[in-house]
């Protein structure tokens, strides 16, 4: 498979907020990135889903470079793919990396870590797990073919965040997945996902009992690196309960607020024990806890 695939990326007001470039922006570009990459390199994504089957997002990582760079500071990104291919030795987790730079900079770093699937149902694309075929997996560079051991391992980096007793009461709220938060399957869509984390956070602004301090990163702190895993999917008109935490860290220097989503009522609870969505900032350190998702952001003043 080739090593490079490259686009520029006009930005516009949408993309950035106040404090940066929006880590869902970033998100979005590499998608579209992975998208290039594969018509590319290998076959289109839709040839890809109908033909060969699918893979899906399983672990992704974004870290912001450049954590300060806003709006006015770029007008372009260059976004490059294929830093480094790999995919594990029986084709089950595939893995992939971009690069995003302005004109005179690095500003962030993506990675993608799929699980091969085999599509099930054509209609509906439902699936079940699988590999990629032999044709398919040949085309990956020898160097990038790791054991399956080997590439679980490097995948499932996260460790918990220490914290000391609770801060506030805990924060409760309901949402929905809507189509507009969903893929072609109607299952949710990993770039939208990262959303009810940010939304359960910044709710927590204005909520009486927190410090200060803790409320305004809640709000003011740029992210820094963002990590997620998806442990099994929601699909559309799911409904999520949204329960908030929010800790101190033992030093005393850091705020964790600690968020765990479940299904709501009506739907059966998955056989799971929740997960870990750490959101890291600093001096901020936010962690979420969710039964279907994990994800770190980390953020900086």
């Known amino acids: 498979m080739g090593s490079e695939t490259v686009f520029r990326e006009p ?27 594969l018509a590319e390199h290998l ?5 890809l889903v109908h033909k060969h089957g699918t893979v899906v997002v399983r672990t992704l990582r974004l870290d912001g470079l450049a954590s300060d760079l806003c709006f006015a500071h770029a007008s372009w990104l260059d976004v490059g793919m294929g830093i480094r291919t ?40 439902s699936a079940q ?3 990629l075929p032999e044709s398919l997996l040949a085309r990956f560079p020898a160097d990038g073919r790791w054991s399956t051991d080997e590439f679980r391992d490097h995948t499932h980096t996260m460790r918990p965040f220490d914290s000391d007793p609770e801060l506030l009461a805990p924060q409760e709220g309901e ?13 949710w869509s990993f770039i939208e996902m990262t959303e009810p984390a940010t939304t359960a956070r910044e709710r927590t602004f204005g909520q ?15 992210v820094r690196s963002l990590m997620a895993s998806f442990q099994r999917p929601l699909f559309v008109f799911d409904r999520c309960r949204t329960l908030t935490h929010a800790h101190r860290t033992p030093d005393g220097d850091q705020t964790v607020f600690a968020h765990a989503i479940h299904a709501g009522p009506g739907l059966p609870e998955p056989e ?15 962690v979420c806890r969710l039964i279907v998702l994990k994800m770190v952001e980390r953020s900086c003043r």
């Open 11 to 37: 930005l516009w007001t949408t993309q950035s907020s106040p404090l940066q470039l929006r880590p869902r922006a970033l998100l979005d570009m590499a998608i579209n990135g992975f998208a290039r990459y």
């Open 43 to 47: 076959l289109p994504c839709p040839t």
């Open 86 to 125: 790999t995919v594990s030795d029986a084709g089950e987790w595939p893995g992939i990396t971009l690069n995003y730079r302005t004109d005179d900079r690095p500003a962030a770093r993506a990675r993608l870590v799929l699980r091969g699937l085999s599509v099930a149902e054509p209609d509906s694309l």
């Open 129 to 131: 797990p699988g590999r």
């Open 175 to 187: 949402t929905s997945l809507t189509r507009s938060r969903c893929e072609v399957a109607d299952q």
């Open 208 to 222: 009486p009992g927190l410090p200060a301090d803790a409320v305004r990163q809640a709000v003011a702190a740029p």
């Open 272 to 286: 799971l024990h929740p997960h870990m969505i750490r959101v890291t900032s600093l001096p901020l350190v936010r």
